[in-house]
């Protein structure tokens, strides 16, 4: 196992009981560790040309900032209902249990960007599926998707079927 999937602490029963948490402050606060990790989705992109970059709020902020600021191009943030001050496209969702809505400004994209979208996580892969089609509303392609950790077991991949996925630690 690598020194990043060790590093990802399990919180046991949060948010709610029976949940298995992949806590990521662990890697985060180690200088080393969080660099890696950032170097080695960019190591996973090498050859894509990238316009943007999207990332869905909030942690995958923490890793699509980065990204976007090593290939030198824009960050993109798709924030929750409401968050953002100009005009926005939007997009509602299903969760495990309800659903949300995401938004991006309609201008943050340009008609045929190549666009990467990046988040901590790939779980059922409810929230990306919801971001792709924001991307999509402003006409960009998607180039890739990149995560951190994927839980498997949830089978997010396949409801992004046809997407170029990227992670860097399964569980």
Same mark, same amino acid.
């Given at each position: 196992?690598?020194?990043?999937a060790?590093?990802?602490?399990?919180v046991?029963?949060?948010?709610?009981p029976?949940?298995?948490?992949?806590?990521?402050?662990?890697?985060?606060?180690?200088?080393?560790?969080?660099?890696?990790?950032?170097?080695?989705?960019?190591? $996973?992109?090498? #050859? +894509?040309?990238?316009?943007?970059? /999207?990332?869905? *709020?909030?942690?995958?902020?923490?890793?699509? =900032?980065?990204?976007?600021?090593?290939?030198?191009?824009?960050?993109?943030?798709? $924030?929750?209902? #409401? +968050?953002?001050?100009?005009?926005? /496209?939007?997009? *509602?969702?299903?969760?495990?249990?309800?659903? =949300?809505?995401?938004?991006?400004?309609?201008?943050?994209?340009?008609?045929?960007?190549?666009?990467?979208?990046?988040?901590?996580?790939?779980?059922?892969?409810?929230?990306?599926?919801?971001?792709?089609?924001?991307?999509?509303?402003?006409?960009?392609?998607?180039?890739?998707?990149?995560?951190?950790?994927e839980?498997?077991?949830?089978?997010?991949?396949?409801?992004?079927?046809?997407?170029?996925?990227?992670?860097?630690?399964?569980?």
């Amino acid at each position: 196992m690598s020194d990043l999937a060790k590093a990802i602490r399990d919180v046991p029963d949060f948010p709610r009981p029976g949940i298995l948490f992949k806590d990521i402050t662990t890697v985060l606060r180690d200088g080393a560790l969080f660099a890696q990790a950032i170097d080695e989705m960019l190591a $996973r992109l090498s #050859g +894509k040309k990238i316009d943007a970059v /999207v990332a869905m *709020e909030s942690r995958g902020f923490i890793f699509g =900032a980065p990204i976007a600021h090593r290939l030198g191009v824009g960050f993109v943030p798709v $924030r929750k209902l #409401g +968050k953002l001050p100009a005009e926005t /496209v939007s997009v *509602e969702y299903d969760l495990e249990y309800g659903s =949300a809505t995401l938004e991006m400004h309609t201008d943050a994209i340009k008609p045929g960007a190549s666009v990467l979208i990046v988040d901590d996580l790939l779980a059922t892969g409810g929230t990306v599926a919801g971001t792709i089609e924001l991307v999509q509303k402003c006409g960009g392609t998607i180039v890739g998707l990149a995560f951190f950790i994927e839980l498997t077991q949830l089978r997010g991949r396949d409801r992004l079927a046809g997407h170029d996925i990227t992670t860097l630690v399964s569980f």
